[in-house]
């Protein structure tokens, strides 16, 4: 329920900066930074295993409902990306300092790929080659930059939230 | 049951719950749901809008002085309605040949209602250009109205909620705009371009293009209204083994300054979905 309460004014607020603030920012071509994605990684990474799935539900509805693409597209690519860094838990290198940097460029691939499979699917027009190089490619650098200041913030709020059971 | 499986059974819920909303999240039935969500969205999204536009304002490269930046912008707006007036008078002249045996029609014909409405939010996917506006049912806001601003057509309104709406702009690659270009006459389809610019398409070989011609909304399958300004021709595309040939167009509305438009509230985009409903086979009359 914790996760829910803090997870949902974060997610909405980080959804619509997604659409209000950084499509003034984008770089190289169109990529710019998907913070849904990065709160998703950093708080299913910081340990909240399965909250990391409701989060990039959540997230992912929100970012859904803001765009103009299909209801549960970015959901679905969210709540995939989760449960695949979930996988972390129980692993002996599930501390190792390049495993958020890892998991982010994996997860943000597999976030865009997921999203412009399902876009094509609903039959959106796009050109493939400026998908991949002029928005994954950079918006992946961009994640991987960001998600280490995001991920130690999630982690200090996740302490706080659950002092007793953060290093189960 | 482990927490692997446990996680891994509450994936597959949630990817479920997902895969369900892109197949029944268009039915008019959640409508009423997505509304509600929506709202306090649009509220946080209008608040952070306007206070991001605050915070950028002053990095905006402008003269220093004050008085020399209001007095460039109020000379960089009357530009724009003397160029669009121009536009219109050239093809008033045009048309004034051809409405004249259509005079009757066209004096039936309300006079345009517009309401403004502010730019909120772009669409957060940088593979999408949906436009979002703060105007929605509740102002009377439907589906197909046309948006333009005072340069030329922007695009259409393709998905309301009550407090905001969803605008295709006209560079958008899923978008095709019926067209005209002024001096010839010639009819062809505008389609935006991946990565934002505008081309027509199917223009007939007969036909001398210039570059800087306007090039204006036909009014063909009645979904936008005759005469708009779309753009003009940047360079043209003629193979003399295409049987047509193609244009480049500059778009007259400069879609990364949009920050408030027009939409026209009172036009209704034609439904032609009768004409492609199946004829009913007659039946053959029964011989006593």
């Known amino acids: ?168 | 049951m482990s927490r692997f499986q446990t996680r891994t059974a509450l994936a597959i819920g949630l990817a479920v719950i997902s895969i369900a909303l892109l197949i029944f999240g268009t039915t008019p039935a959640l409508e009423p749901f997505r509304n509600s969500v929506l709202w306090p969205l649009a509220t946080l999204q209008q608040n952070v809008a306007g206070l991001w536009r605050g915070l950028v304002a002053p990095f905006i490269p402008t003269p220093s002085d004050a008085t020399l930046r209001e007095r460039n912008a109020q000379l960089e707006t009357e530009n724009e309605q003397l160029r669009a007036e121009v536009v219109r008078l050239r093809e008033n002249e045009n048309q004034l040949r051809i409405l004249t045996g259509l005079i009757d029609f066209a004096e039936s014909q309300p006079e345009n209602d517009y309401l403004v409405a502010n730019l909120i939010g772009r669409d957060p996917s940088p593979l999408l250009t949906y436009l979002i506006f703060d105007r929605g049912s509740d102002d009377g806001i439907q589906r197909g109205m046309p948006v333009v601003t005072g340069a030329g057509l922007v695009g259409r309104v393709v998905e309301v909620t009550n407090r905001l709406c969803k605008v295709q702009p006209i560079t958008d690659p899923a978008s095709a705009v019926a067209a005209r270009l002024q001096t010839s006459r010639q009819t062809g389809v505008v389609v935006g371009q991946v990565g934002g610019g505008l081309a027509m398409e199917f223009i007939t070989q007969r036909v001398e293009l210039q570059p800087g011609e306007i090039v204006l909304t036909s009014g063909l399958g009645g979904v936008f209204p005759p005469g708009i300004v779309i753009g003009a021709v940047s360079a043209v595309q003629q193979l003399n083994y295409e049987v047509q040939q193609r244009a480049d167009l500059t778009p007259a509305a400069d879609f990364n300054r949009i920050e408030a438009v027009l939409i026209i509230i009172n036009f209704k985009p034609a439904d032609f979905s009768p004409f492609f409903q199946a004829t009913p086979t007659p039946v053959a009359p029964v011989a006593p």
């Not at chain 1, 992912?60 to 449960?83: E, I, R």
């Open chain 1, 1 to 168: 329920m914790r996760t829910l309460l803090i997870g949902l004014p974060l997610l909405a607020l980080a959804a619509v900066i997604e659409s209000a603030v950084l499509p003034d920012l984008r770089v190289l071509g169109g990529g710019s930074v998907n913070v849904v994605l990065l709160f998703t990684l950093g708080w299913t990474l910081a340990g909240d295993w399965n909250g990391g799935l409701l989060w990039g539900l959540l997230g992912g509805l929100c970012l859904d409902l803001l765009s103009g693409g299909p209801l549960g597209a970015s959901a679905l690519a969210l709540v995939l990306v989760a449960f695949i860094a979930s996988l972390a838990e129980g692993q002996l290198w599930r501390s190792h300092i390049l495993l958020p940097l890892a998991a982010t460029l994996l997860g943000s691939v597999l976030y865009h790929l997921t999203l412009l499979v399902i876009l094509a699917i609903f039959g959106f027009t796009f050109d493939w080659g400026q998908a991949l190089g002029g928005v994954l490619l950079p918006a992946t650098l961009l994640n991987i930059v960001l998600i280490v200041p995001i991920y130690e913030i999630l982690r200090r709020l996740r302490t706080w939230v659950y002092p007793v059971a953060v290093n189960k």
